[in-house]
């Protein structure tokens, strides 16, 4: 799967250097960002699952963090915010492994555990912290973990900032979440299906199709922790795809991304181009050859702000000179197809080219040249596109059948 990720990879970002000049480098970055992530991630063990506890004030990460990996790791308190520092926890006998990686995330603090040697486990900031600098550590780290359990307890698991702000965006992650439901010691035994159930309904707002849920009390007064076990074994079972399954996920979104920023002007161009011609050409005819130029300006710089690079600059360019192009080709077409009139049309109008029989096939002849002399140097930059495009599709179907294969 590995080798097989990594050649997927590797065409995807060189039909992302191609597409510079079909789509502005800027609105390229957030893809290209999305594939240097997935190339880091694939430089380190697939089979270790890198997992974050993510949730809001008071949620009681800190207390699950510390009930899955066993002891007080993560400090616990009533401060808003107590985690002001993601905390990674690493297995210690696999650390070397897969340390760097977790260095690439920034400035967090470490610790080592003995068991569980498939997990990195890390407890981040609240996500409604009132600290700026937390918030934004935490939609940072998002992107870059295997997998996130989402906390909330049972008071505040219909929260608003939550849903809108981190759940809904990240629907498409669905097979990396696990979400949890905290501190089921607070309410009667009898209501917490009830409460686990109105918050799957709200997840299903937000889009979720099937989420995982976990009931836990992670740290109840005297007595030990429940639910947590079963979150594990979840965890555990997945393991060794959790890596994998997100990685595919995000080769999807950048595929789509990607697909979505090159447009389908190749499938469009002829049908508009053709449309443009003709009027232009009539216009030229009718002997209004400054209008039919700025139909044909008009249609080269709609078509240059739908480019970059290369293509960009020839699309500008064919609209800068569309006027001379179109006068000296409509002049020429009086040369190569001269007007045709008959004896009668001649002594009626006492000269040649009184009357013209031969219109339309100077028409034809005149479409021909401005043709050759326009959208033929605007084509081979929206066939690339269209090949890009084809590629991508073809990257898709590929990684359908990679996450058909994980499953």
Known sequence: MHDQLVDVLDRLEATL???????????????????????????????LAVVAIAGGTGSGKSSLFNAVLGGDRAEVGGLRPTTSKALASLPAGRRREISGHIESFGDLETATHDDLSWLVLIDLPDT??????????????????????????????????????????????ESQFVFV????????????????????????EDGFRAPTIHAIAAAPVLSSPRGVDELVDTLGVRADGLAVDRLLADLDVAIND??????????????????????????????????????????????????????????????????????????DALDEVPPQVSKRERRRFGRPGGVDTAGAERQAWLRNRVDGLTADRVRPFLHGRGVARANLAGFAIEVAALRHQSQ
Do not use: C
Request: glycine share 6%; no cysteine.
């Open 128 to 173: 409604d912290s009132v600290e700026v600098d937390h918030r934004l550590m935490v939609e940072n780290l998002l992107p870059r973990v295997d997998a996130v359990i989402w906390v909330v307890d049972v008071e505040k698991y219909r929260d608003r900032s939550l849903h809108h702000n981190f759940l809904r965006p990240l629907r498409g992650y």
């Open 17 to 47: 250097a191609l597409s510079r000049d079909y789509v502005p480098p800027a609105a390229l970055d957030p893809t290209a960002i999305a594939a240097r992530r997935i190339r880091n991630r694939l430089d380190y063990p697939l089979d």
């Open 258 to 331: 990607l697909h979505s920023l090159l447009g389908n002007r190749t499938a469009d161009f002829e049908t508009e181009w053709t449309a443009a011609l003709d009027e232009a050409i009539s216009l030229a005819t009718s002997g209004e050859v400054v209008a039919g130029s700025r139909v044909l300006a008009a249609f080269f710089m709609d078509i240059a702000e739908g480019q970059s690079g290369d293509g960009a600059e020839e699309s500008i360019s064919v609209a800068a000179h569309a006027g001379e192009i179109l006068a000296q080709a409509n002049r």
């Open 181 to 204: 439901v905290n501190q089921i010691d607070r309410v009667p035994q009898g209501e917490v299906g009830g409460l686990v159930a109105d918050f799957r309904d709200a997840l299903t």
